[in-house]
């Protein structure tokens, strides 16, 4: 249907696009405002896309005329939020609303953000039996109660308990209208909440349910002399069983009823590792048997240790060889090889026990495609409105990228093209990496990721948004590009940062707003990026790989990294691969696979530590060669479970002695050797190359 979407928590003065769903470009669309706060002058525009800013705090309804009827969307406003002070990484709207002379992409928050950042939320949800509340199972049928919670956590550098955090909860007005719809209560006439502790409690009687009911509910900080902050919303399901298969990860069953966390990646994200192929320097294929070699290559991508592909653009494109400026989005392009050569390939994959990801390019389309030929030679063209124009009368574009055109995501024609791009290409693969997923409008992320979910709960969304945006967790993207890991890591090979600082990268995603559920993708290079052992040197990218895999996250290998490739999108040097780098690798993603302690759900912790560095006064074990720096060194705990491990991380050319203060085992399970040595004092040392990884306390 039409409806546009779920509610939207908001700041005052923050704007939000308003868009119906799955358009028909010839309907007929109207928006208006049914009921707002008192002393609001707040509008709506009258295009079928539009925008509306809230201009005080409190509940707005909006209503939107419909080829399918009459739809309404809740909005929730609070004082505005972030006045004068900068999170930097954690707002997108900087980014988009910068001119055409954009300068140069913000990998990370170089100065430390000012003030306090907003708390995060949980939500879960059970069925409970009138006879049987407190076990939350049994047959609930329309006689229970479906019961969620809302579980606030303070911004790490927050004074508020959880417990002084407020909670706010909204229905979703697509399941309001279906209950309706099917005569049963209106669930928000029937729902009460209550509080005990950190956590909030809405609960609605299980008869007021329809197929499906939707929660949505923020964390609200409100601080003696600070301006009100609230979290990314988080959102759980209840739906009647067998409404959708399969189960889907976080979900439970109970009394005829699933219970579904709308916003938890997918399970396999928890031991996934990622191998990016830029499909036309992958091999020295002909052209048009491109992906017959990357489905020949793919048996030994499994035995390197990772598990999902994400392949560049494979569509047909304008001769660039990155296939970034698209002309043909319904067919892959002939120097790779024809539709039936990638579906084979995608099943060879599959086949491997690997899942593939296609490269989703939502903003824009190439200057040869044919919609922009036509329109940019005729002003009257019916393709005009589909792009963005400069008052030049050149097209919107960012950065110096002349070869694009930016699409006009206010056109109803565009939001059509591109669901209709959705439906082509979803059901092949497993998952979207989202290109420039920062230049695209919300509204859209949104529809796509309802529209996807609800055909397979698995489905992977991976969002490039360079700084990271902690709102593209809420209904939008499952896991994210970490490009300040990224920007870290460099830092720290460059002898620029102290190791320890790879903590704080990982840290600031709380600090910004992350909730703890968010995924991320951690990698030291990609096709964009100059090789990292090429700035850093050989010891800093062996030290830097290894972080990728044990810090929480989901690491990535680009091509050739594996292998000790220099050039950035330089044909794979295959036949002069370096062994060693090969065998380093297979060992770091095979401990990955084995120790779910080093998953990204699992956690991570700082660990006291001291670095033998040359002060004879501790007889120190020497390092040969170069003194290793204590700055070059970090270590860290990761547990999980009944697991816990210690990672030190080593980018020094040289070997170090770290002394750690943890009860640990003696063995490095990466290369399964003794790695802990005696100084002269008796103090025993975690020896280390570039990384180790060993069992905090007694050894199995």
Known sequence: MHHPGPPRFMSTGETTQLAPRDPDPGGSYEWRVVTAPPDSDATVGETPVTEFTPDVPGRYRIGLAAPDGDHALTIRAFPAAYEGVDVAGGSGEAIRDRDADHAEI???????????????VRVDATVESGDDVSEGVGGAGDGGDVVVRATPTPNPDSDLAAEELGVAFVVDDRDVASAIAAGRTNPRDAMTTDREGAEATLRVPAATVPDRLRVHAVAVAREPGREVRISVADAVAVEREGRSDPVAHGSTTAGGFETVRLNQPPAWTEDARVYEVYVRTFSDAPAGERFDAIADRIPDLADLGVDTLWLTPVLEHDG????????????????????????????????NGMRVLFDFVANHTARDHEWFEDAYQNSESPYRDRYEWQESGEPGTYFDW????????????????????IDEWAPLVDGFRCDMAWAVPDSFWRELRDRVKDIDREFLLMDETIPYIPGFHEGMFDVHFDATLYFQLRQVGRGAAPAESVIDAVEQRAEIGFPDHAGFLQYIENHDETRYRVECGDAAAAAAGAATVTLPGVPMVYAGQEIGQRGRRDAIAWEHARGEVRERYERLLRTHAEHPALGPESDLERVGYHVASGDLTERPIQADGEEVHPDDVVAFRRGRGTEALVVVLNFAPAEAAVAVDVDHGTTNVVTGEACVVTDGDGTERIAVTDVAVVPIGEES
């Open 402 to 421: 002349e070869l694009i055109a930016n699409l006009n995501h206010a056109n109803l024609h565009v939001r059509r093209f591109l669901l209709d791009v």
């Open 320 to 351: 660039k060889p990155h296939g970034y400026n698209i002309t043909d989005f319904f067919d892959v392009a002939e120097d790779l090889g024809d539709r039936d050569d990638y579906e084979a390939m995608v099943e060879a994959a599959h086949d």
């Open 106 to 120: 913000p990998y990370t928050a170089d100065a430390a953000h000012e003030g306090v950042g907003p708390p995060r």
